[in-house]
């Protein structure tokens, strides 16, 4: 089991490598607009990525809700269950853990879906004010 998860780190460290490389050779120069030599058009850019944003963030948060309360119902009937203090205590670690994950991944959803609009202004109001 150690063998695989190394193996499995090893090819998350090596993608995240490959990503890193290849986002640092990507030209620095902005979509241009129709017919502007001067004038970036972003919109081309970040349409996707906010609409994208806007149809995944609402069913996402439904779904880490759904099943942090499903994983943590497990878990607590493994700690109910469990009869060794030993197993008690791995069980009270693993639901503690959980409760903290869950929670951390529903509010940072949550922080997304709440500073989505004013990040968008920004990038907006910053890419036709800086002359980019």
Not at 51 to 64: M, W, Y
Not at 90 to 117: D, Q, R
Request: charged share 15%; net charge positive; hydrophobic share 55%.
């Amino acid at each position: 089991m150690k063998k695989v998860m190394n193996n499995i780190k090893n090819k998350v460290a090596m993608t995240a490598l490959g990503v890193s490389i290849a986002v640092m050779m990507m030209p620095a120069t902005p979509v241009l607009a129709d017919g502007d030599n001067k004038t970036p058009n972003f919109s081309n850019v970040t349409a996707p990525i906010e609409s994208l944003l806007r149809a995944i963030l609402r069913p996402a948060l439904g779904i880490v809700g759904a099943l942090g309360a499903i994983f943590c119902i497990i878990l607590g009937v493994k700690f109910a269950k469990a009869e060794e203090p030993q197993e008690r205590e791995k069980a009270k670690a693993h639901l503690k853990n959980a409760i903290i994950g869950f929670v951390l991944i529903f509010v940072l959803l949550l922080a997304l879906n709440l500073l989505m609009e004013p990040m968008i202004d920004w990038v907006t109001n910053n890419t036709k004010n800086s002359g980019l």
